[in-house]
């Protein structure tokens, strides 16, 4: 694959440079907690010895991995450095072969018995067991075994939103939602110059480091993140259309790239979205785990997002009937006038009541639509 990205054949890898080197040198090494529940220690863990500490429980047991690569936003971070991207979970994808079912378990019981090796001192862990272990640390578990994926994932838990999220592929349809979010950087290198060298490097000492875009042409995809530009390809394969995450990044100040195709793109992301979760109960729960997922040290930013997501789902819809939109138009807002009351300190969002629309000479700043006796910063769209 370096080879390949050396001599430009392969367009959507690149080498990485020294900085984004040793800025991947700094997010392997850093120590990130993986909280515990109830009396559960906090476990202070680095993402360079986790990978291999699981990789070497896999291969102990005789699976196979192809390559470890670090993906998502922290490998965005990794190639662009940009204080408007925040990192978000550390997601790490083991490329292994899992043949038979009877993988998934082992899988499990390798990431979860790897976790008695951070636990602290003067911990007994003889009687601590997997189950104890996945009850303490572990946020979501999921497996997906069907006829063109397979692959599963372990979210360790951490308070502050940035989750280690260990994934394990076989085989997956899709790696990515949008072109900023499709960079993988594969760690091989990087590992064997910890067991060699340790995590000393500098610019004339480090490992060569290839980094690459699931989207299909990495310098497209850089140019996307480094001018904060929205592009997709087939929003409609993505489960959900994309819709949330697509919202977020509008919220976070990108746009689209291809502002011809916009109304296009959105309707097909808002059609995906209502046909994989239709029901009323099921979009407030994707909506809700959004929120709480993506938003973690965030809470500012949130009902700006609620506020596009309304807006898109408004102009957008296509595929509902008018009640249905309503109701999705009115979860939105109710959600949206929750979370301004908690950012501006009221406990019960019920004591606040919206009675009209605001005329536009009365949207400023200072301006409080609401019948709370306090003042807001902005106002809440009505039905």
């Given at each position: 694959?370096?080879?390949?990205?050396?001599?430009?054949?392969?367009?959507?890898?690149?080498?990485?440079?020294?900085?984004?080197?040793?800025?991947?040198?700094?997010?392997?090494?850093?120590?990130?907690?993986?909280?515990?529940?109830?009396?559960?220690?906090?476990?202070?863990?680095?993402?360079?010895?986790?990978?291999?500490?699981?990789?070497?429980?896999?291969?102990?047991?005789?699976?196979?991995?192809?390559?470890?690569?670090?993906?998502?936003s922290t490998a965005s971070h990794v190639l662009l450095e940009d204080e408007g991207w925040r990192l978000k979970d550390l997601d790490v994808i083991f490329r292994v072969d899992l043949p038979q079912e009877a993988g998934f378990q082992l899988v499990r019981d390798m990431v979860?018995?790897?976790?008695?090796?951070?636990?602290?001192?003067?911990?007994?862990?003889?009687?601590?067991?997997?189950?104890?272990?996945?009850?303490?640390?572990?946020?979501?578990?999921?497996?997906?075994?069907?006829?063109?994926?397979?692959?599963?994932?372990?979210?360790?838990?951490?308070?502050?939103?940035?989750?280690?999220?260990?994934?394990?592929?076989?085989?997956?349809?899709?790696?990515?939602?949008?072109?900023?979010?499709?960079?993988?950087?594969?760690?091989?290198?990087?590992?064997?110059?910890?067991?060699?060298?340790?995590?000393?490097?500098?610019?004339?000492?480090?490992?060569?480091?290839?980094?690459?875009?699931?989207?299909?042409?990495?310098?497209?995809?850089?140019?996307?993140?480094?001018?904060?530009?929205?592009?997709?390809?087939?929003?409609?394969?993505?489960?959900?259309?994309?819709?949330?995450?697509?919202?977020?990044?509008?919220?976070?100040?990108?746009?689209?790239?291809?502002?011809?195709?916009?109304?296009?793109?959105?309707?097909?992301?808002?059609?995906?979205?209502?046909i994989d979760f239709p029901d009323l109960s099921e979009q407030r729960r994707q909506l809700e785990a959004y929120l709480r997922c993506h938003f973690a040290g965030e809470e500012g930013r949130r009902y700006t997002y609620l506020m596009e997501l309304r807006r898109v789902v408004?102009?957008?819809?296509?595929?509902?009937?008018?009640?249905?939109?309503?109701?999705?138009?009115?979860?939105?807002?109710?959600?949206?006038?929750?979370?301004?009351?908690?950012?501006?300190?009221?406990?019960?969002?019920?004591?606040?009541?919206?009675?009209?629309?605001?005329?536009?000479?009365?949207?400023?700043?200072?301006?409080?639509?609401?019948?709370?006796?306090?003042?807001?910063?902005?106002?809440?769209?009505?039905?």
């Amino acid at each position: 694959m370096a080879e390949a990205a050396d001599s430009g054949e392969c367009e959507q890898c690149s080498v990485l440079t020294w900085e984004q080197v040793s800025r991947l040198n700094e997010v392997l090494t850093e120590v990130v907690p993986v909280h515990g529940r109830g009396n559960f220690p906090t476990l202070e863990v680095c993402l360079r010895d986790v990978v291999r500490t699981v990789r070497a429980r896999l291969q102990g047991q005789g699976i196979g991995v192809r390559d470890v690569r670090l993906n998502g936003s922290t490998a965005s971070h990794v190639l662009l450095e940009d204080e408007g991207w925040r990192l978000k979970d550390l997601d790490v994808i083991f490329r292994v072969d899992l043949p038979q079912e009877a993988g998934f378990q082992l899988v499990r019981d390798m990431v979860l018995s790897s976790l008695l090796d951070f636990l602290p001192g003067g911990v007994n862990k003889d009687r601590i067991t997997a189950v104890t272990l996945k009850e303490a640390y572990v946020q979501k578990l999921v497996k997906v075994s069907t006829a063109v994926d397979r692959w599963s994932l372990i979210s360790l838990c951490n308070n502050d939103g940035r989750n280690v999220e260990l994934k394990f592929v076989d085989r997956i349809r899709r790696q990515f939602e949008f072109s900023v979010d499709s960079f993988q950087i594969v760690l091989d290198p990087v590992l064997e110059h910890y067991e060699r060298h340790g995590a000393a490097m500098s610019p004339g000492s480090h490992p060569t480091v290839v980094g690459e875009s699931v989207y299909g042409d990495f310098e497209a995809a850089l140019g996307h993140l480094r001018g904060r530009l929205i592009a997709t390809r087939r929003p409609e394969e993505i489960r959900g259309g994309g819709l949330l995450k697509y919202c977020s990044l509008l919220a976070r100040g990108f746009r689209p790239a291809h502002a011809g195709e916009l109304r296009t793109l959105q309707r097909y992301m808002c059609s995906r979205f209502f046909i994989d979760f239709p029901d009323l109960s099921e979009q407030r729960r994707q909506l809700e785990a959004y929120l709480r997922c993506h938003f973690a040290g965030e809470e500012g930013r949130r009902y700006t997002y609620l506020m596009e997501l309304r807006r898109v789902v408004k102009e957008s819809t296509v595929c509902l009937m008018g009640h249905e939109r309503r109701q999705t138009l009115n979860l939105i807002s109710l959600t949206a006038l929750r979370v301004l009351a908690e950012q501006n300190g009221i406990p019960d969002a019920s004591n606040v009541t919206c009675y009209y629309q605001p005329a536009a000479y009365a949207r400023g700043p200072n301006f409080c639509p609401y019948y709370c006796g306090q003042s807001l910063p902005t106002w809440l769209p009505c039905k």
